[in-house]
Structure formats: C-alpha cells, structure tokens
C-alpha cells in the first residue's frame, strides 16, 4: 500500500532564516505531487504540483520554491522567511495521468516569528 | 473558470440527526467531484468520489453523496450524525483531463451530544 510523508511535524523558524520541509511517497511509481498551505484552519491553496523528476509548476508567485530531485521526493523552500508564510503545509500525491483521488499527507504545522 | 462553492461555514447538527453538508460547482465538460474531511492538526482524509454512473455515491464511515446535473450539486449526507463526525469537509472538484483540483472553502461541521 501507498503511504506519503512528511517532516518536520511541527516548525518554529524566525523571520529572515530559510526553510526546507520534506515529502515522500511509498509504495508507487511516477506520481504526481503537490504542496498545499491552509492558513487558518480553512482553504487549501495550491502552491506548486509536478508530475515528474525536475518538473515544477508554480501555481503562486511567492517566497516559496520546489524540487523534486527524486521521482518520489518532494521538498519546498524558502531562502528567507516571511511571517506571511505561517500555515499548515500539506503534502499529496496522485496517480499520473488519470482522474484519481489525491491523498494527502500528515502535514506541517510552520510558525514564522 | 472552474470553482466550487460551500455555502455554509458552519452546520451544526444534534447527534443522531441527518446531516447535510452541500456543495455546488461549476465547470465546464465532466467534472470529477470529492470529498474530503479534516480532523484537527492532520492532513486531509478522502471520504468519497463521482466520476460516473449512479449519482449516490457510497465513502467511509457512512457517508454518502448526491451528484446533481442539473443543479450542479454534490451535497454530503448522512443518516445518522455522530459527535465524531465534527471536523472540517471539504468539497472539490477535477477536470477529466486536469491532473490539479480545486477545493471548497470548507464547512465545519458540529455534532452535538
């Protein structure tokens, strides 16, 4: 079976520092990846998606930058942090190519003081 | 463009009671509809999807949708609310040949013992 992390669980990073916060799947080939953020418990925003190796699309410009260096890794940073970029970050993936369900990991909480 | 509406912010419901959880969209060509819920500090957790075929669709624990054409409707429902249904659902909606979803807003929903 499929299984997708993330790390840290929780992040507590001051104003101005950088940021890289991790995502990998288990269990399948190929999928297609995503970082959401939910700032305050609501909406989902899409902030990048990739359907491989090297291929990033960026759906808001921002402070934020992905990779995906691995066909099932995927990590989001930052070179400096603004308060702004505070919220839960949320992980997921999905069958390539199809209309398949995306399932997300357990999340990020990150707290920018 | 394509969106997806829930009307509500919030729905209480007293246990035991039906609940109703709706959601409109609009897009155009076949949309493929979702369901997801989220408990508090996790990721989100697929309840259910339409793609095609009868329009009542059976998820996990219990829950139920209706896809509705010509209201352009996929509102959640369940016969019989309990407490530990109380989280936050969201509603969302995928073009046939889009591998991105967009998401609700969400609706919190309040079981009460």
């Known amino acids: 079976s499929q299984t997708i992390h993330q790390w840290p669980a929780t992040l507590v990073q001051p104003v101005g520092s950088p940021l890289s916060l991790e995502c990998t799947v288990e269990?399948?080939?190929?999928?297609?990846l995503y970082w959401y953020r939910q700032a305050a418990g609501r909406g989902l925003q899409l902030l990048f998606y990739?359907?491989?190796?090297?291929?990033i699309s960026s759906e808001v410009p921002q402070n934020l930058s992905a990779s995906r260096p691995q066909d099932r890794q995927f990590i989001l940073s930052s070179k400096k942090l603004l308060l702004s970029d505070s919220g839960f970050y949320l992980c997921?993936?999905?069958?390539?190519?199809?209309?398949?369900?995306?399932?997300f990991g357990p999340g990020t909480r990150l707290t920018v003081l | 463009a394509q969106s997806v509406a829930q009307p509500e912010d919030q729905v209480n419901v007293a246990e035991g009671n039906p609940l109703t959880v709706k959601c409109t969209y609009s897009?155009?060509?076949?949309?493929?509809l979702f369901w997801y819920v989220q408990y508090p500090n996790r990721g989100l957790q697929f309840l259910l999807k339409?793609?095609?075929?009868?329009?009542l669709v059976k998820g996990s624990y219990g829950f139920e949708a209706e896809f509705n054409k010509s209201q352009t409707s996929f509102h959640l429902k369940k016969p019989s609310a309990l407490v530990s249904d109380s989280a936050l659902y969201f509603c969302?909606?995928?073009?046939?040949?889009?591998?991105?979803?967009?998401f609700g807003k969400g609706t919190r929903l309040h079981i009460l013992p």
């Open positions: 997921a993936w999905s069958v390539q190519g199809g209309t398949d369900t995306q399932y």
């Open positions: 269990g399948t080939s190929n999928p297609n």
């Open positions: 990739s359907v491989g190796i090297g291929q």
């Open positions: 897009v155009s060509g076949n949309p493929y």
């Open positions: 339409y793609i095609t075929g009868d329009n």
């Open positions: 969302a909606v995928r073009l046939n040949r889009d591998d991105k979803i967009i």
